[in-house]
């Protein structure tokens, strides 16, 4: 059974540009949800789709968006980025409708210089 | 007061050892508790999980709610080289709406367990 799949593994960006992340669930799960880890902050929430809509958004600025096709893949972009916004971005998923725990995938390791 | 609590360590451990891991939490409303294992350039893994008070063991692992505490705890025993990793207490959910929940995490205890 595959895992959670993100791509790529690595990013460097430049302050300014912009990036897109992409995530594949396990086959049969519908909810992605995406965590930003810094080892400051530990492990922050982003948002979660659910179905192709975003059920749950965490306190982070409208630069931070994401969308989920009919699929159930995901991806984030993060517009205009800061140099605080270098952190490993993980997707997990799950089954959805109250089901507890996720199965996270390996992350996006993004560094902004 | 930051919802959950945990000691960042880092903790280092010789080979054998018993290993014990905790986080502390102020929200009485949390009753699933789970324990991720998280190695170096890798996502979290799932360990163990607890509903409500209790223990539970598997293999060498133990899981522990203290829910009048609001105290959580894992056990590793014989400790193992392959035991060396960050681990992440999480607990929840905390329901948004839409059917919608989220888990808060601990920031993790990086542990090694030296040969």
């Known amino acids: 059974k595959a895992g959670v799949t993100q791509t790529p593994r690595y990013l460097i960006k430049t302050r300014g540009q912009q990036v897109t992340l992409s995530c594949s669930p396990i086959?049969?799960?519908?909810?992605v949800s995406w965590y930003q880890q810094t080892p400051g902050q530990g492990l922050q929430f982003l948002f979660e789709?659910?179905?192709?809509?975003?059920?749950n958004k965490g306190n982070f600025p409208g630069r931070f968006s994401g969308r989920q096709f009919s699929n159930s893949r995901s991806e984030m972009n993060v517009s205009t980025l800061e140099l605080g916004d270098s952190a490993l971005y993980l997707c997990?998923?799950?089954?959805?409708?109250?089901?507890?725990?996720?199965?996270f995938g390996s992350g996006t390791r993004l560094t902004v210089v | 007061q930051k919802e959950v609590e945990q000691d960042p360590g880092p903790l280092s451990v010789p080979e054998g050892a018993i290993v014990s891991l905790n986080c502390t939490y102020s929200?009485?409303?949390?009753?699933?508790f789970m324990w991720y294992r998280q190695y170096s350039r890798k996502g979290p893994e799932l360990l163990m999980y607890?509903?409500?008070?209790g223990n539970k063991e598997d293999g060498r692992f133990t899981a522990q709610v203290d829910k009048s505490s609001k105290y959580i705890s894992l056990f590793i025993r014989d400790s193992q080289p392959s035991d060396s990793a960050t681990y992440l207490c999480?607990?929840?959910?905390?329901?948004?709406?839409?059917?919608?929940?989220?888990?808060?995490f601990g920031k993790g205890t990086k542990l090694s367990v030296i040969p």
């Open positions: 999480a607990m929840g959910p905390i329901y948004s709406g839409a059917g919608s929940y989220q888990l808060t």
């Open positions: 789709y659910f179905s192709e809509t975003q059920r």
């Open positions: 997990a998923s799950s089954p959805g409708q109250g089901a507890v725990g996720y199965t």
């Open positions: 607890t509903y409500s008070s």
């Open positions: 086959s049969g799960h519908r909810s």
């Open positions: 929200n009485s409303a949390f009753q699933y």
